[in-house]
């Protein structure tokens, strides 16, 4: 089983669409990352959270400790939104990161 | 404020062939680490670095060397390239400690023919 499963694995949605990607994980973490790759491109941090919630813009990044689970939304969606979302978790030896596989979102116009 | 500066953008190879790919970052990080991105797969870490002179393996290390003379360079040596090693590689850094975020270069993607 992966320490760090995402879904969906590729999500379609048009212009103004409310998205949720989520992440669930097994093992005990610091700290929960959320990171954007568009096509060609480097990698960036969106969020780092270890409880709550946090939001920057259309960007709402939830997580439950407990339950193991973080959740990405992403209100008014728009075509420059579409990229890979990578879930990421701190915890492992020396806090290197574990990451999950990415969802690939595509935003229609 | 250049962040994470990774070269070359890409680069084909031969197999047998050896190259060094470049990172440097100007935010003094202590932590570097090298990662490399599979179709299918999260990134994997290959090496990473905790601070000057203290390197250490990752999940798939081999074929690769690392060292970390100065806290800005953390170079990535492939010896003998194989078609396998044809991958995005990404290296990053951060602050000490687990709850730091992380800064990514631009990626380098390379292929092994």
């Known amino acids: 089983k992966n320490e760090v499963e995402q879904s969906p694995q590729n999500l379609t949605a048009q212009e103004g669409e409310f998205i949720t990607i989520n992440c669930s994980y097994s093992v005990g973490i610091s700290a929960l990352h959320w990171l954007q790759q568009h096509p060609g491109g480097g990698i960036v941090s969106l969020f780092m959270l270890s409880s709550g919630k946090k939001k920057h813009g259309r960007l709402i990044a939830t997580i439950n400790i407990q339950e193991k689970h973080s959740s990405l939304h992403i209100t008014a969606s728009h075509p420059r939104d579409s990229a890979v979302y990578i879930c990421?978790?701190?915890?492992?030896?020396?806090?290197?990161?574990?990451f999950g596989k990415g969802t690939k979102l595509s935003v229609k116009p | 404020n250049a962040g994470v500066t990774q070269t070359p953008k890409f680069q084909v190879l031969k197999t047998g062939q050896s190259m060094t790919l470049q990172c440097a970052q100007d935010m003094n990080h202590e932590y570097m680490s090298w990662y490399r991105q599979d179709p299918g797969m999260g990134l994997r870490l290959i090496h990473y670095s905790v601070g000057a002179g203290i390197t250490d393996q990752g999940e798939v290390p081999n074929g690769y060397n690392v060292s970390r003379s100065t806290t800005e360079d953390f170079p990535l040596r492939l010896l003998s390239a194989a078609p396998s090693q044809t991958s995005v590689y990404f290296c990053?850094?951060?602050?000490?400690?687990?709850?730091?975020?992380?800064?990514f270069g631009q990626g380098t993607r390379l292929t092994v023919v």
């Open positions: 990053a850094s951060r602050h000490g400690g687990e709850n730091t975020e992380a800064f």
């Open positions: 990421a978790v701190g915890g492992g030896s020396q806090g290197n990161l574990i």
